[in-house]
């Protein structure tokens, strides 16, 4: 999947000191965290980007993830992995997003929407189905996405929630916060930066996040005139996008 890497300035982007550039291949999904970046193409294909190029990974997913806790993913039939020793061995649980993105916790949602966890002494053990060994965070998500300090969701409606006091040893975190605004995904970076997509496509960053207000202030459009994206992921300053159509493009 090597190739040439489209130079092109998005301009709008430009107004937050951002250069962006497509690179090479498509894909459904992307995460990005701990320096790696794993994504999922339009077959359940795994890859990782290695330099310039992605790499294949072995496996077929609907959703991976790569943070402080390592690299999960589930698959379509909600089945649990983590990446052990360069292969997937399957975990306890049944998932449909997952989320190694907090302070060596794991997070996701399972198809009814409930919320689960698995604080930092399980998930970075995990090694088998006998584990990690999850609690429920109270409440119904359709997505879910952890920093290191915070947890943000989305309700069935897309409403956004985000989730207090989320910690390495506590993982359920202490009581929701609601958030004004809409979003159809929502991902918090390793270093707490937060960003979203609307269901028509459009990419927001959440603004004035502080120790102090670590919800923010107000969500911010960026804007890449006539492009629709489904899927990002934010780590070392990096920004990575997904089109509709698959198109990767990558934001420094
Ligand atoms: C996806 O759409 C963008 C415009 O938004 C276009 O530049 C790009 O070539 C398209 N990619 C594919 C693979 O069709």
């Avoid at 040439?4 to 000191?17: N, Q």
């Avoid at 193409?41 to 310039?52: D, K």
């Avoid at 790499?55 to 992995?81: E, Q, S």
């Avoid at 459009?202 to 923010?216: A, C, L, M, N, Q």
Wanted: hydrophobic share 40%; aromatic share 10%.
């Amino acid at each position: 999947m090597r190739g040439c890497i489209f130079l092109l300035l998005l301009l709008a982007a430009v107004s937050w000191g951002l250069i962006c550039n497509r690179i090479d291949g498509r894909l459904k999904q992307i995460d990005a965290g701990n320096g790696q970046v794993f994504g999922v193409g339009h077959s359940g294909m795994v890859v990782t980007r290695r330099g310039a190029h992605w790499l294949r990974v072995p496996g077929n997913l609907a959703h991976v993830t790569v943070g402080p806790a390592g690299v999960w993913g589930v698959d379509r039939a909600f089945t649990v992995y983590k990446l052990v020793g360069g292969s997937w061995a399957i975990m306890a649980g049944h998932l449909k997003q997952i989320d190694a993105g907090g302070d060596q916790i794991i997070a996701g949602v399972s198809r009814r929407n409930t919320v689960f966890c698995a604080s930092k002494q399980q998930a970075v053990r995990a090694a088998s189905y006998l584990s990690p060994a999850y609690r429920r965070v109270p409440g119904g998500m359709k997505y879910y996405s952890c920093g290191p300090k915070a947890c943000w969701g989305l309700n069935s409606a897309g409403y956004i929630y985000l989730r207090d006091h989320v910690s390495s040893n506590f993982c359920v975190g202490s009581h929701w916060r609601r958030i004004g605004g809409r979003l159809a995904m929502v991902e918090v970076g390793t270093d707490g930066s937060v960003y979203g997509i609307n269901r028509c496509g459009r990419v927001y960053r959440r603004v004035g996040i502080s120790t102090k207000r670590p919800d923010g202030t107000a969500w911010r459009h960026m804007n890449f005139p006539g492009r629709r994206f489904r899927h990002l992921s934010a780590d070392l300053g990096i920004l990575w996008l997904v089109e509709v159509n698959g198109s990767i493009i990558r934001c420094q």
